[in-house]
C-alpha cells in the first residue's frame, strides 16, 4: 500500500507554528514579512501538501468577496473559503491570544462574514441542497494566527452561534490539526448518518439490490470448494443464534428486486448469507477508514488509496485481499478487526459482477465524511442499527429470527440503575479504587450498544477528570487506552455483528480522542466471535496416545467445524496458554511449514508440553489445519477454533455483565445438537426447569442471564440484562423468579417493566 496518503499531524503542526514564529519574529522587530497574508499563504500551501492534495479536498476560494453591509452594500473578503468553511487568518504579533484581537476578529465573523454568506446566492444554494436532504446546514470558521486557533459554528436552522472555546484560544497542535481538517471534511462531504446510509445502501436502493442478487447467484454456483466451505461453517454457526432454514427467509427476497417466481426457488440462508456479506463489505470498509484516519499522530484516508485503483480490477482485488487478510487494519494499529474473513469468500468469486459491486460501494463512500461519525457516536450507533436491521427488512421475521437491537434509552436506563456513571466513579476514587480497572462484559453483544455506551462514560469521566481545554495528556490517554481494551469486552456468536459491535466500538475509542493514542502499538478490540454459553469445557474428552510404544491418556477438548474436527490438550487452555500458540502456530502455518521444522519445534517447546500433549497437537490440530491451508481454506478455521475457547479465559474477571440476550425459545435453535446441549444445560445442570412440558417455553434468555453469571461475573458483581416479559409470570421462568436454580446464587436488587416507558 502506498505510504502517499498519509498525513503526519505532529510535522503538519510544527511546521505551521514554525510558520508562524517566524512572521512572528518579524513583526517584533518591524520587518516586511510582518503581514497576515503571508501566514496564510503559508499555511494554505502546507494545508494542501499535506492534506488536500491527498483526501482530494478541493482548492479553496481565496479573497471571498461578501457583502457585510448591514443598511447599505458594503464588501468585505474572506481569506479562504471551502464550501461552508471560511478561514480568517490574523497576525501572530500581536495574536489572538491578545483579547482585543480575539474579540475584534470573532466580531467581524459573526457580525459581518458569515451574515454576509448567508446572503450569497452561491452559498444559498448549497444550504438549500443540505436542507433538502433532511440535514441541518452549518457554516463554520476557523480563525488562527498559526499559533492559536479559535472554532466558529454557525446552526443556520437555529440561527445559534457556538464559540470554542469560550474563553482563549486553542493552542496549535497535532489534536487541533485534526480538528481543522475534519471541519473543513465535513463541510464539502456528506455526513454519514442512519438516513443517509440507509437511502444509499439499505434494501431499498439500487446497489443493495444489484449487490445481493449477484452475490446470492455466486453462492448457489460457487466456483470455489472454499465458498461451500465457508458458508456451510456460517450456517452451523449462525443456526445457533437464528432459525435461518426457516422457509420464513425466503419472504425478504421481494425487498431485494427478486421476482415472485424467483422467490419460490429461493434458499433463504443462501441469501442471508449474501445479505450478510454484503452488509459487511461496507462495514470492514468504514472500519478501515475510521482506523486510517486515527492511525496514531498521523492521518490517512484507506478508501482514497482505493479509489486510486478502483478502475484497475486486479490492483482492486489485491487492496480487498489485504483488507480481507486483516493486513489493512494491521497497518492503521488494528491487529484483530478482521480474523478469519467469513464474509471473504466474494474474492474467490471475483469476476466483473463482483469487481462492479465493490467498485460501486467504494465510489459511494467517498462522498461521505467518516470522520463525522466520531463527533457524535450515538449517530454511528443508530445509523449501524437501521442498516444492520434493514438486512431483514419485514419486523415479523425479525421478531421470529430474534433480530433485534438495543436503542439507546434502554442501555443507557441499565448502565444507569448499575452504577456505570460518573457519579459512581468519583465515589469508587473516594474509596481508594480505580474506577478504570473496572471490568464489563456483554456476552450478546449484538451492534456493541452496551459497550460503545461505557465506552463514552469512561471518556466523559476522563474529560472532566483530567482534561485541560477538553483535552487530555496524551500519556494518560494512552494509559486509559490500553485499559479499556482489556476492560471493556463483548461476545456474540454472529460473525456480522462482531463486525458491527467492532465497527462502533472503534468509533467509540476515536470519538472520546483515545484511538489515536496508540503510540506505535498495536491493538485488539476485545469483542470476539465467541460462543457465552457452550464454551470448548463442554466438549472435554479423553484420547489414548501412543509415544515410542507407551500409551498415556491425555485429557483434550474436541472442536467440531464443517471442515475437520480438533482436538487440542486441555492444559493449554486450562492454563490460558493456548490463544497465544495458537497466534504463533498461525504464521508457520500460512508458511507451510512442517510440524517437524525447528521453527514450529521451537515454538511448541516454549509452553512446556508432554510427549502425548506435543503428539495431540502435532496429528489433530496442527497437521489438520496444515493440510486446509495447503488447499487454501485455513484463515478461518483458527479464528473459528478461538472463538471456543476465548470465553475461558476471561471466566470470573468482571464486575459486570450487561446486555440483551437472544430472547430465541430453545425449542426454535435450528442446530439440533446445539439445542441438546443448551437443554441438557438448562433443565439438567442449573435447573431451571424440572418439568420437562415447561422446557419446551423457555428462552435463550434466562439461560444466558444465569449462565453468563455463572461463567464470568465476580463475587459481589452485578448484571443487567434486558429480559422478555414472560419472567414476571410465566410458569417456566418459576425457579428463576426465585433464585432456586442450582450451581449460582444470586438475588435481584431490582426488576424494570419497560413496556410503558
Avoid at 176 to 204: C, M, N, Q
Wanted: net charge neutral.
Amino acid at each position: 500500500m502506498s505510504l502517499e496518503m498519509k498525513i503526519n499531524l505532529y510535522e503538519l503542526a510544527n511546521k505551521i507554528v514554525e510558520s508562524a514564529r517566524a512572521v512572528e519574529i518579524a513583526c517584533r522587530r518591524g520587518e516586511p514579512l510582518c503581514h497576515e497574508e503571508n501566514i496564510r499563504i503559508r499555511i494554505e500551501e502546507l494545508l494542501k501538501e499535506y492534506v488536500w492534495s491527498k483526501v482530494g479536498v478541493p482548492s479553496p476560494v481565496l479573497e471571498y468577496r461578501v457583502d457585510v453591509g448591514t443598511y447599505a452594500k458594503h464588501y468585505g473578503r474572506i481569506d479562504s473559503l471551502y464550501g461552508l468553511v471560511l478561514f480568517e487568518y490574523k497576525k501572530p504579533y500581536p495574536g489572538l491570544n491578545v483579547s482585543s484581537v480575539r474579540s475584534n476578529t470573532i466580531d467581524k465573523v459573526v457580525k459581518e462574514y458569515i451574515p454576509g454568506l448567508l446572503r450569497d446566492e452561491q452559498i444559498q444554494t448549497l444550504v438549500g441542497r443540505i436542507k433538502d436532504k433532511g440535514l441541518v446546514p452549518y457554516i463554520s470558521a476557523i480563525i488562527t494566527d498559526g499559533l492559536s486557533v479559535i472554532f466558529i459554528e454557525y446552526n443556520v436552522e437555529t440561527k445559534s452561534y457556538k464559540v470554542d472555546p469560550e474563553i482563549g484560544c486553542y493552542d496549535l497542535n497535532p489534536h487541533i490539526v485534526r480538528r481543522i481538517i475534519r471541519t473543513v471534511l465535513a463541510s464539502w462531504k456528506r455526513k454519514l448518518d442512519a438516513k443517509l446510509l440507509s437511502s444509499e445502501f439499505g434494501y431499498a436502493s439500487d446497489i443493495a439490490k444489484r449487490a445481493v442478487r449477484i452475490l446470492y447467484k455466486k453462492i448457489e454456483n460457487p466456483r470455489s470448494s472454499k465458498t461451500k466451505k465457508l458458508f456451510d461453517e456460517w450456517i452451523k454457526l449462525i443456526s445457533q443464534a437464528y432459525p435461518v432454514t426457516s422457509p420464513s427467509l425466503r419472504e425478504i427476497a421481494g425487498y431485494y428486486g427478486f421476482t415472485a417466481t424467483e422467490m419460490d426457488k429461493v434458499d433463504g440462508a443462501k441469501l442471508f448469507y449474501a445479505i450478510q456479506t454484503y452488509y459487511s463489505i461496507i462495514l470492514k470498509l468504514l472500519a478501515a477508514e475510521v482506523a486510517s484516519r486515527f492511525y496514531d499522530a498521523a492521518l490517512t484516508s484507506f478508501i482514497e488509496e482505493l479509489r486510486r485503483v478502483a478502475d484497475q480490477p486486479t490492483q482492486l482485488l489485491s487492496y480487498m485481499s489485504l483488507l480481507e487478510n486483516g493486513y489493512v487494519y494491521s497497518w492503521y494499529g488494528i491487529k484483530n478487526f478482521l480474523e478469519g474473513g467469513m464474509f471473504s469468500w466474494y474474492l474467490d468469486e471475483w469476476d466483473e459482477d463482483v469487481y462492479e459491486i465493490i467498485k460501486n460501494v467504494i465510489d459511494r463512500l467517498s462522498q461521505f465524511d467518516v470522520e463525522f461519525l466520531t463527533l457524535n457516536p450515538s449517530l454511528a450507533r443508530d445509523m449501524f442499527k437501521l442498516l444492520y436491521e434493514e438486512l431483514i427488512p419485514r419486523e415479523e421475521i425479525r421478531k421470529f429470527l430474534g433480530f433485534y437491537t438495543t436503542p439507546d434509552w434502554l442501555a443507557e436506563l441499565i448502565l444507569d440503575e448499575l452504577g456505570i456513571k460518573y457519579d459512581e466513579f468519583i465515589n469508587a476514587e473516594k474509596q481508594g479504587k480505580d474506577p478504570l480497572d473496572l471490568k464489563y462484559l456483554d456476552p450478546a453483544a449484538g451492534t456493541g450498544t452496551f459497550l460503545t455506551l461505557i465506552i463514552q462514560r469512561i471518556g466523559y469521566y476522563l474529560i472532566k477528570r483530567y482534561s485541560k481545554n477538553d483535552m487530555i495528556d496524551p500519556e494518560i490517554a494512552k494509559k486509559v487506552l490500553k485499559k479499556i481494551v482489556r476492560n471493556v469486552v463483548g461476545f456474540d456468536i454472529d460473525t456480522l455483528a462482531v463486525l458491527t459491535a467492532r465497527t462502533n466500538y472503534l468509533i467509540a475509542l476515536a470519538a472520546t480522542s483515545l484511538l489515536e493514542h496508540k503510540g506505535g502499538e498495536l491493538i485488539e478490540i476485545p469483542i470476539y466471535s465467541a460462543n457465552s454459553v457452550i464454551t470448548a469445557e463442554e466438549t472435554r474428552d479423553k484420547q489414548l496416545v501412543t509415544v515410542n510404544g507407551r500409551a498415556e491418556a491425555v485429557e483434550v477438548v474436541k472442536i467440531d467445524t464443517t471442515a475437520d474436527t480438533f482436538f487440542m490438550p486441555l492444559r493449554l487452555l486450562k492454563d490460558g496458554m493456548i490463544l497465544e500458540l495458537l497466534s504463533e502456530l498461525r504464521e508457520c502455518i500460512e508458511n507451510k511449514l512442517p510440524f517437524s521444522n525447528p521453527r514450529v519445534r521451537d515454538i511448541v517447546g516454549k509452553y512446556g508440553l508432554t510427549p502425548y500433549e506435543v503428539k495431540v497437537l502435532e496429528e489433530e490440530l496442527y497437521n489438520k489445519l496444515l493440510k486446509l491451508e495447503r488447499e487454501n481454506l485455513d484463515r478461518v478455521w483458527i479464528p473459528i477454533i478461538k472463538s471456543h475457547i476465548v470465553p475461558i479465559m476471561f471466566k470470573g474477571q468482571f464486575d459486570y455483565v450487561v446486555g440483551n440476550p437472544p430472547w430465541i425459545p430453545i425449542r426454535d435453535i435450528a442446530d439440533v445438537k446445539y439445542q441438546s446441549l443448551v437443554k441438557s444445560l438448562a433443565k439438567d445442570f442449573y435447573s431451571l426447569v424440572v418439568d420437562e412440558k415447561l422446557m419446551s417455553h423457555i428462552e435463550m434468555a434466562t439461560l444466558f442471564f444465569v449462565r453468563t453469571m455463572h461463567l464470568y461475573l465476580k463475587d459481589r458483581g452485578l448484571i443487567g440484562f434486558v429480559m422478555p416479559k414472560a419472567i414476571y409470570s410465566g410458569d417456566h421462568h418459576d425457579r428463576f423468579r426465585r433464585s432456586e436454580v442450582n450451581v449460582v446464587s444470586y438475588k435481584f436488587i431490582k426488576l424494570l417493566d419497560c413496556e410503558k416507558v
